[in-house]
């Protein structure tokens, strides 16, 4: 199936569709290139149908593939599911972690990590509704994935812990990051949810306020907050 110039050029790069004929192009990266634009595909369809609602038909079309392209890649709409959830989650995992390394102190390393995940969901509407709506909704395997993916950002709030007083520290709940997280998850899926990806960002100083309030102080998380 072949795309015209103008639904081509909406393809990043590295999801474009492959020239025609022979190509001469390295087989592992037609091979990259054709996984890519499924996992693409299937964002797009979902986001457009749900996952319930989506076939192979729906993904190879948005992909610009054919099926039995897609069988070599996936046995089928529940694998390639999981393939593009992890590669959500891994790119996201990546941009926190960058954005909270880059800080020197906890509280604002924490602000520039919720940043940094507010960006990118906002900037991908397909991709924060298939990691943050469809997920729980794909079967156990990937609401497995989605419990462990939630579980790697714990760290990142468990720092405060360091820097707090022995005062803080005694009304700290063993759960206190876990709910911190959970949190955060629910209010962002409820936008995504209600049709306001692209205005995520503007939860950042609400949501940076809400986490360290536990760890620094209600006067100290309002000043990070809206710094």
Not at 28 to 57: C, M, P, S, W
Not at 79 to 106: G, H, I, K, P, S
Request: hydrophobic content about 45%.
């Amino acid at each position: 199936m072949a795309l015209d110039p103008a639904e081509a050029a909406e393809y990043p790069p590295e999801l474009s569709r492959l020239p025609p004929g022979r190509h001469g192009l390295p087989r592992d990266f037609v091979v990259h290139n054709q996984r890519e634009r499924l996992i693409a595909g299937l964002a797009e369809a979902v986001a457009e149908k749900g996952y319930g609602g989506t076939t192979i038909a729906d993904i190879t079309r948005h992909a610009a593939v054919s099926r039995r392209t897609f069988y070599e890649h996936f046995d089928g709409k529940d694998e390639c599911f999981v393939a593009a959830f992890d590669t959500v989650t891994e790119q996201l995992r990546e941009r926190v972690d960058a954005a909270f390394n880059a800080e020197d102190e906890w509280p604002a390393a924490t602000r520039a990590g919720i940043e940094a995940m507010l960006a990118f969901l906002a900037s991908e509407p397909n991709l924060a509704r298939l990691a943050m709506v469809e997920a729980l909704v794909a079967g156990p395997v990937v609401v497995e994935r989605y419990d462990a993916a939630v579980q790697t950002f714990l760290p990142y709030i468990a720092a405060g812990r360091k820097g707090a007083s022995k005062a803080v520290l005694k009304h700290l709940s063993d759960s206190t990051e876990e709910a911190l997280v959970g949190g955060m998850v629910s209010l962002v899926s409820r936008r995504i949810v209600a049709g306001q990806t692209e205005d995520l960002e503007s939860l950042l100083p609400d949501l940076t306020e809400f986490t360290l309030t536990p760890f620094v102080g209600s006067d100290e998380a309002a000043r990070v907050a809206r710094a």
